[in-house]
């Protein structure tokens, strides 16, 4: 999610394809463009509501070049659109906007500092407590329409980026944040059993850990795009699509692709392109 604006080109030459990015939503789904969001959802009357508007900025354009700290400013960016969408659109509801998932969420926690009080902190130790906080996203993703959408997400995109039909292109995706569950588990196991053993310990290691595990991330997810078409890139890259293929995604309806059409022509709307199609 680039902060550089789209390349137009010659009259005569086709344009360059805006780099999308997206969250699905509970009723509907949020698209990043490099400067602009867009959202579209449909409400309790089943008509598709859409906003828009300019993403605020925290500094990932400056980080771009600079490994490890470009990761998290983006995804710091990306998380500071969500409340600003909630206020453009209050029909939207959040993946994690569930009472079901939030008590996961709380029962998670929970047990995640059980396992750690039962014995010494370990990578096994510290994996553990990450594949119990995984828990509730997945629970999100199998309650409601949530992965439905997840799967307009990715189709639409994919339709965009390859001048097809939505309803045509896979479910699954390579740049799907799926991809950064399995390296941001590992290094903050690592790292968790690093930082107890150097007796650092409290919010702020703790913190220092989960910033550190999503920069490793977000470098392995670069490398593997960079890579694209090696054993290493595909290997890295399986836990992400099995977790998008099992779980995270489903094949929507002809409704929900309707709402993700409507968030596709926004975001190219604002972004200064012609809509697709």
């Known amino acids: 999610m680039s902060k550089v604006p789209p390349i137009v080109g010659d009259p005569g030459e086709p344009a360059e394809k805006l780099r999308l990015g997206g969250m699905a939503l509970r009723n509907g789904l949020l698209v990043h463009g490099p400067t602009h969001w867009a959202a579209a959802v449909r409400n309790g009357a089943g008509e598709i509501e859409v906003a828009s508007g300019r993403k605020p900025s925290l500094g990932a354009a400056a980080t771009e070049s600079i490994p490890g700290l470009r990761g ?3 995804l710091a960016e990306a998380m500071a659109v969500i409340p600003v969408v909630k206020r453009a659109l209050p029909a939207a509801r959040l993946p994690m906007q569930d009472a079901r998932t939030l008590g996961a969420m709380a029962g998670a926690a929970l047990l995640g500092q059980a396992i750690r009080s039962t014995g010494r902190r370990s990578v096994a130790r510290e994996g553990a407590v990450g594949l119990v906080s995984l828990m509730p996203a997945l629970l999100a993703l199998r309650t409601g329409d949530l992965s439905a959408y997840h799967g307009v997400e990715h189709k639409s995109i994919a339709a965009y980026e390859q001048d097809g039909e ?3 292109a896979d479910k699954e995706h390579d740049r799907c ?7 941001m588990l590992g290094a903050a196991a690592v790292g968790n059993a690093a930082a107890r053993h150097a007796g650092l310990r409290g919010p702020v290691a703790e913190a220092a850990v989960t910033l550190g595990s999503v920069a490793v991330a977000v470098e392995v997810f670069a490398w593997s795009e960079r890579n694209e078409g090696t054993s290493l890139s595909r290997m890295l890259r399986r836990p992400g699509y099995e977790i998008q293929r099992v ?5 929507p309806t ?3 692709l309707e709402v993700g059409k409507a968030a596709l022509d926004e975001i190219l ?9």
């Open 166 to 168: 939505a309803a045509a």
């Open 254 to 256: 002809e409704e929900q």
């Open 177 to 183: 944040g799926s991809n950064l569950v399995a390296p």
């Open 247 to 251: 779980v995270g995604t489903r094949e």
């Open 72 to 74: 998290v400013t983006k």
């Open 269 to 277: 709307r604002v972004e200064g392109v012609s809509p697709a199609g």
